[in-house]
């Protein structure tokens, strides 16, 4: 490859260092060269059906596809006809080969409890619950919410619903009562999956309650099955609330492995877009098995003997997809923690690869910001030794955080894969595979098999390589979200509008001269910070239900730790005050619509919001003036000028 070959560049991230990949890893890996990867890659873009008819072969099928793709845009099948259980490939196919007694799940809760569970111990404690859903009434094809902390149960709980075809619906653990009742009445969910309560920072969150707060709401929920987590007191509605151990207790042991069509829902996920209601993003069972399986296989480097950790909560894609299907099916052990990184003190996570000897560690690159700053004698007082590979997701990795990552984990020996990917993607589309393509910090590399990226103008007209713009992917790839649960239109209008002939992906982007991609954030309404996705208008539209708020304006500021903050316009009602304590009072209770992590940052009140003359906010100046505190830009089209003096003096 060339070496520093980019002079002009417009980002931020001005990196020109190149680090080749461990020739010690790649002597192991399953993909040893740069050559290996273009070859797999061209044969992956001129004969997809054939790239991944070989793919598919490595999982079980119950019965063979008969067309390997069938596209009509923007609405793909892939493996037509294909019966296959996702449940059966992550589970039975290991016991039924040598996996038995190997680990499949090791898992520490936040108090230092440690539970390993075989292949074949969790494909007893998958057949339970499958049992005790089924006994309790799941059919297939019902939608089942899940709203769980990181335990083996909520790995159990997907794995169950996948084998009687059931359709979950997990939702985060750190979202409050207002996002279950969407999420829940959204999809029409009959019965909800949750626990006691979790351990967090040596204390306990608790999960059940929530759920009762939400169901006074939510009228299609029959059942509620409580997992034992915490052992803390909570209220059974008698009838419709039932424990996990009393169920399972008296379930069949046996629990068949449902034959499910490639194309029948596996799950849904909610994510945030551009308007206040989250997406219900829906994907299948055989393009999203083939897909995390080989991206897992592939990305991961997984071999027989890794311990892989990815720190992700299952609540969020990246759990799924690089928690439990990808790895499993694969057959990797797969380290699951349950509580923060610094409990009861910032060395965790490295105690942890230390303690259970992780080879593969997956985190975000919010977090190695949060381990720098917390200080490097935390991560030395630990042999990471057993490390060999690291990988980031989320947002983009600013080098310095890079080469810490580089030096103070992988102590210069183990790749990094930056993995650009999706909710709506299901695995990662841009990403190193790590023994074949050489780093550079800040940029996710280059395409995987199959993923046909580009980066375009707003009309599609291709962008000069070293130039910025917005990125698209040109063909469709298995594990794609089929559509927005009982919204195909938005589904349309969101992704397939934008940039004709293409799967528009919301993010701005730049390809150097080597066909590096170099993300550079979203370009519409979505903030992400700490790697988790919001929309502004999901906030806006929580504060405008304040009896207080009258309009108000949520805007994404650059923040050294979370990548992006969350600032608020208010504007008052008549008659209403403006005080420090209603400030407070409404960052509370965005908190407690949504969830933590939408609380704003910063809040301020104003007389009005800029707007142009048609009334739409100008977020764009909203942007600047949180994020410099002036504003410079251009404000022609503003409907009042005096909106920007009155909005700084409320600054001061
Ligand atoms: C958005 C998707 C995919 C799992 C986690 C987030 C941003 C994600 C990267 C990366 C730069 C990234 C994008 C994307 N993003 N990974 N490696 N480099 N940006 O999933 O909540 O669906 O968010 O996260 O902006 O569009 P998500």
Redesign the pocket.
Known sequence: MSTVSETSFDSLLRENRVFPPNAEFAARAHIKTREQYDAMYRRSIEQPEEFWADAARELDWFEPWTKVLEWEQPWAKWFVGGKLNLSHNCVDRHVQGSRAQKPAIIWEGEPGEVRTLTFAELLTEVQLAASMLKEAGVQKGDRVAIYMGMCPELAIALLACARIGAVHNVIFGGFAAHALVDRINDSGCVAVLTQDGGYRRGGEVKLKPIVDEALKSCPTIRTVIVHRRTGSEVAMTPGRDFWWHELTAKASPNCLAESMDAEDPLFILY?SGTTGKPKGLVHTTGGYAVGTYLTSKYVFDLQEDDVYFCTADIG???GHSYVVYGPLQNGATVLMYEGAPNWPEPDRFWQIIDRHKVTIFYTAPTAIRAFIKWGDEWVRKYSLASLRLLG?????INPEAWMWFHREIGHERCPIA???????TGGHMIAPIPGAIAAKPGS?TVPFFGVDAAVVTKEGEPVPDGHGGLLIIRKPWPSMARTIYGNPERYVAAYWSEIPGAYF???GARRDADGYFW?M??VDDVI?VS???LGTAEIESALVAHPAVAEAAVVGRPDDLKGQAISAFVTLEEHVTATDDLKQELRKWVAKEIGALARPDDLRFTQTLPKTRSGKIMRRLLRELATTGEVKGDTTTLEDFTVIAKLREQDE
């Open positions: 994510t969020w894609i990246t980031t997701v989320g947002e983009p930056d993995t650009w990917w999706q909710t709506e996710a992906t919301g993010d993300l954030g979203r992400n790697g988790h996705r």
